[in-house]
């Protein structure tokens, strides 16, 4: 039985919520699940998160489309009212932010349609996630952005294990330094796997199965 525990924080509301143990992703294996369910789901608890987020940006960093990827849309629409509300700069003729969700093609590429691609188009896009760990999701994002003609603004997470992407800077509530025993390993390299230990469930970003 995974238990999930809250990190003691010096962030008020806004709990890291982990759990110790052997887990498997798409990419990699790693020995901490980070669960920001309620970052997602919950508004309460999106709002704090959103503004702990927009806290850490730079105030002349533009932003136009928010790129909201694992079921970050309602974290999203929150970051975006921050930025709007703190007057970080937009260069779009609304002088709005566009809160956009991925659709992935049948070979899991990031594709935009006709559309939408007016929203990242010459637009300043910012990337968000719910953590950040292999950064191998992210560079896919960033890859799609630049391939749609938009320019990346950064990237965001509620955790981060790696302070950039590709030349990107990722900002996060949390990061690797409030997780310091934090691994992440290639599943053939894994430790834990030469040791005999099983998997405790698959992770990903809708969340976990046991085993």
Do not use: W
């Amino acid at each position: 039985m995974i238990e999930i525990m809250d990190l003691p924080n010096k962030r008020g509301s806004v709990p890291l919520r982990v759990a110790k143990g052997h887990f498997a992703t798409n990419h990699s294996h790693i020995n901490y699940y980070i669960d920001i369910t309620y970052q997602k789901a919950r508004l309460s608890e999106a709002k704090v998160s959103a503004q702990a987020l927009v806290s850490n940006f730079i105030n002349n960093t533009p932003v136009d489309t928010i790129l909201c990827l694992d079921g970050t849309a309602v974290l999203g629409t929150f970051v975006g009212e921050e930025l709007t509300k703190t007057g970080f700069c937009t260069i779009n003729q609304h002088q709005t932010i566009y809160v956009i969700e991925p659709e992935f093609s049948t070979s899991s590429n990031i594709i935009f349609r006709d559309n939408i691609q007016g929203m990242f188009r010459n637009k300043h896009v910012l990337v968000l996630m719910a953590s950040v760990t292999t950064g191998y999701t992210a560079k896919r994002a960033i890859e799609a952005i630049e391939y749609y003609g938009g320019h990346v603004a950064g990237v965001a997470a509620i955790y981060r294990a790696v302070d950039e992407i590709m030349g990107y800077p990722v900002r996060s509530v949390y990061s690797i330094q409030d997780l310091p025993d934090y691994a992440s390993y290639e599943y053939q390299n894994c430790p834990y796997c030469k040791a005999g230990q099983k998997i405790d469930a698959v992770v990903n970003s809708y969340g976990y199965s046991e085993l």
